[in-house]
Every structure is written in C-alpha cells, then in structure tokens.
T-cell receptor, first 115, second 112 residues
C-alpha cells in the first residue's frame, strides 16, 4: 500500500487566491481526517469524515475553509480566499474501523505558504 | 484547546541512554496514542494503549497509562541517533474514539 497520498507537497500562493489540497486515503479505511500544524497552535483537527460523510467540522476556522469527500478514495480541502495566516502544514490522515481504536496513518503533508 | 500536554518540551540525551516523555490530559479517554514526527515529515503511529490497560510494550518502547492521574509516559530504551524526532501523545475521547486530540509534543535530540 502506498499509504495516504497528499498533493501538492508544497504550495505557494498569493493572498486572495483559491487553494485546493488533495488527499487519497488508504483503501479500506473509512475515516478521513484533516489536520493543520503550526508552530503557534500545534496540530489542530479541522474536520473528519466517516464513510464519506462529514461528522465534525467544528475545527474549521471560518467559512473560507471547506472540505469534501466525493468518494471513498478522494478528499479535498479548499481555502477561498486564502490569507497569510492560513500558512501552515496541512495533513490528511485515515483510519480503519473497530471501536477499540486504530492508529491513524498520516500523509506527508502539504506545506502551504500564502504571501 | 489542547487535550494533552507533553513534558518536557525538549529533551537532549546521549545515544544509549533512556528517554522518558510524559503526557497529561484533562478529560476521560477511550485510548491514548503516541506518534513520532521527523522534521518535515508526517506523523507515524507508534503505539496505542486503551483506557483499561496500564502498560504496553513495543520493541524499545514502553508506554504506561494512569487514568486516575490522567497521565501517560513513553519510555524509549537504549536510544539511537535515529530516534531524534518530535513525539506527540494523542487522546481519543470517550464520546468519540475516532477523534484524536494531539498534545504539543516533545522534541527529542539523541546525540551520537
């Protein structure tokens, strides 16, 4: 298995532009998570999906952020319009079932810089 | 708000020594997990301990959990330079065992 695949690895964009981050979870995993990591705030959970359905989006900072999961093998996180304070590393992670809890498998992240 | 807080924030040891990192959390949990993050990379799952477990081992890793004190510790024995990384604890809350809340992390430096 290739693991969780995120693209692009790096993104530099100008303030006000739309940014779309992409994620392909591990096949068979039915949970998908989007996290943001910054020095100031650490790792923050933005939103997570179960079986392609958004379950908790309470971590999404504002209406400029939106996430979709049109099918079990693809998710996007969109920021429109982007602002310099959105600069961070965005991680996607997936996990399998079993209430006992399995660890997450993280992607390599997308480093977003908004100038 | 962060559920877990790690201590110390940074730790520097000599290769071969043991490294101990602590994590405290605030609310009841379903399980607690430890992750490693190398610089510029994603997080890697190390070990999971359930709320009804007290100790767990995996290779050179030993994790303990004290639910009465709401704390956990990660011990890395016989450390190697390759163990240099940031280590995070993450808690799965009782109300939603799939939602992990990460702590602030401990930066470990193992000197050759």
């Amino acid at each position: 298995d290739a693991g969780v695949i995120q693209s692009p690895r790096h993104e530099v964009t100008e303030m006000g532009q739309e940014v779309t981050l992409r994620c392909k979870p591990i096949s068979g995993h039915d949970y998908l998570f989007w996290y943001r990591q910054t020095m100031m705030r650490g790792l923050e959970l933005l939103i997570y999906f179960n079986n392609n359905v958004p379950i908790d989006d309470s971590g999404m900072p504002e209406d400029r952020f939106s996430a979709k999961m049109p099918n079990a093998s693809f998710s996007t996180l969109k920021i429109q319009p982007s602002e310099p304070r959105d600069s961070a590393v965005y991680f996607c992670a997936s996990s399998g079932l079993d209430r006992g809890g399995y660890g997450y498998t993280f992607g390599s992240g997308t480093r977003l810089t908004v100038v | 708000s962060q559920q877990g807080e790690e201590d110390p924030q940074a730790l520097s040891i000599q290769e071969g020594e043991n490294a101990t990192m602590n994590c405290s959390y605030k609310t009841s949990i379903n399980n607690l997990q430890w992750y490693r993050q190398n610089s510029g990379r994603g997080l890697v799952h190390l070990i999971l301990i359930r709320s009804n477990e007290r100790e767990k081992h995996s290779g050179r890793l030993r994790v303990t959990l004290d639910t009465s004190k709401k704390s956990s510790s990660l011990l890395i024995t016989a450390s190697r330079a390759a163990d240099t990384a940031s280590y995070f604890c993450a808690t799965a809350l009782m109300d939603s065992s799939y939602k992990l809340i990460f702590g602030s992390g401990t930066r470990l430096l193992v000197r050759p």
